[in-house]
């Protein structure tokens, strides 16, 4: 069969990239061995946050008194927030499956495998396309740790799979997913534990950002310890983590009912054939330029398979510019302007460059803040931590990042990435006129305090 394009993957890059390819009159063939949607529809993005709107409304609702809302004891149902969880992302996939079908992609539900540049072999048929899109996303990886393997250790599937969360855990790993699991177990009031390797917390991140968000979570009764190096696992009711402190050289262990494993994230490239049609790859990820092609012209690889974002938001944006570059369209995807969320309650978010990064890279920064409690909006809302924080080039006044710590800081943080996507300036942002009383508002003080002249400041603060 005889196609314009070929999809590999139904994740959100792929699945978007076979719509608008579909959009611009390309007859195009769609491959996914599993669930429409890929790892973020079903096993990432959307089971996590509907398990963390229920953690983060249990959470709230422990403080309704102060509002003036009394409540009887509370209690939560985990089986139920798990039907919910099913029942989301049920609807969703069967959402995709529409969307495709209305749009005339052809949908192979089987796993293909390359045979040449143009050339996909599917469930013993063989597809022929002149341009072929690799959207195969990534997989959990399982740590080198000793006892890594036993029972009640949980990959990130298993975890968001639950039908009954456990008392206690241990979550190796503090990258995003494993903060956001972190922040589900203690909203619902378990203990947690949270170990990493390295040195860093949330790596990349702004780290007063971070500091503001862990300050949080520790007030949860989150426990964390970075900088260790992991012995073993060992235990059967209760999993003892056993790991020595790289600063003290001290032995230590943590104990929880589960150990969570959050350790990242391994490229699905094996046994597609990528040699069959000439695909380079780095330690299993497929490079591209800046059109998303690989090293065969022909050939396109988006979303995690590339390496450039684990990011379903960003393999979304890739799939679009595939899908354009292909059909000889327009498009301005921009790698500098991808936000990063943690949905965390407070949310966090970033975009762009931090303050270090942007001095690492030699700009001569300016630096604007303004803390979340400031807004009336927070004070209503009863906040009382959060942060936005914007970096701009002191020379030419351009957005070169942003950071902020509040409650719906991953809506907000897309004004900013919209505005660096386009080179706007920090005075641009500062004109901007933002709604009242809303959280926004410190977006825009954040912008004025860059340039000396915010109104919410007093004058010796400026000084």
Same mark, same amino acid.
């Given at each position: ?246 600063? *003290?050289?001290? /032995? $230590? @262990?943590? %104990? !929880? ?7 990242? #994230? ?77 949905? *965390?309650?407070? /949310? $966090? @978010?970033? %975009? !762009? ?7 690492? #890279? ?102």
């Amino acid at each position: 069969m005889q196609f314009d394009t070929a999809i590999l993957g139904a994740g959100p890059g792929g699945y978007i990239c076979a719509i608008r390819c579909a959009q611009y009159g390309l007859k195009t063939v769609l491959f996914e061995e599993r669930d429409l949607g890929g790892t973020c529809l079903n096993r990432g993005c959307i089971p996590t946050k509907t398990i963390l709107h229920s953690a983060h409304l249990f959470c709230h609702a422990r403080r309704f008194e102060k509002f003036g809302i009394k409540v009887g004891e509370l209690s939560f149902d985990y089986p139920v927030v798990a039907a919910r969880r099913d029942k989301i992302v049920g609807q969703l996939r069967g959402g995709v499956a529409s969307l495709l079908k209305s749009h005339g992609v052809t949908v192979v539900p089987a796993r293909g495998k390359l045979l040449s540049p143009h050339t996909v072999e599917a469930d013993g048929q063989t597809f022929e396309a002149r341009n072929i899109v690799i959207a195969t996303g990534t997989r959990s990886s399982v740590p080198n740790i000793e006892g890594a393997g036993g029972e009640k250790i949980l990959s990130t599937d298993d975890f968001l799979a639950l039908e009954e969360i456990p008392e206690s855990a241990v979550i190796i790993g503090g990258g995003v997913t494993g903060i956001e699991f972190a922040s589900i177990l203690a909203s619902f009031g378990k203990k947690v534990t949270v170990l990493k390797r390295s040195s860093e917390i949330l790596p990349g991140a702004d780290e007063e950002i971070v500091r503001l968000l862990l300050r949080k979570l520790k007030q949860l009764r989150v426990t964390f310890k970075a900088g260790v190096t992991f012995k073993r696992i060992s235990g059967d009711a209760e999993k003892t983590v056993e790991y020595t402190d790289n600063a *003290t050289g001290k /032995e $230590a @262990a943590a %104990v !929880g009912q589960a150990v969570i494993l959050c350790t990242g #994230r391994v490229p699905n490239t094996e046994n597609l054939g990528l040699e069959n049609a000439g695909i380079e790859t780095v330690r299993g990820y497929i490079p591209v330029d800046d059109h998303l092609r690989t090293n065969i012209a022909s050939i396109y690889a988006i979303g995690d398979v590339n390496g450039k974002h684990a990011l379903a938001h960003a393999a979304t944006a890739q799939g679009k510019a595939a899908a354009a570059k292909i059909a000889s369209k327009p498009n301005r995807y921009r790698d500098s302007a991808v936000p990063s969320c943690v949905y *965390t309650s407070p /949310e $966090a @978010a970033w %975009v !762009g460059l931090s303050q270090t990064q942007a001095e690492a #890279r030699g700009y001569t920064v300016r630096v604007g803040r303004c803390h979340i409690p400031a807004a009336g909006k927070a004070l209503v809302m009863g906040v009382d931590t959060g942060l936005a924080k914007i970096v701009s080039d002191a020379e030419t006044g351009k957005l070169l990042g942003a950071a902020m710590i509040a409650p719906r800081a991953t809506d907000m943080i897309a004004e900013i990435a919209a505005l660096i996507s386009v080179g706007a300036t920090d005075a641009d942002l500062a004109d901007a006129v933002h709604p009242h009383p809303t959280l926004s508002e410190v977006i825009g003080e954040a912008a004025d305090d860059l340039l000396g002249l915010c109104c919410h400041l007093p004058k010796q603060e400026k000084e």
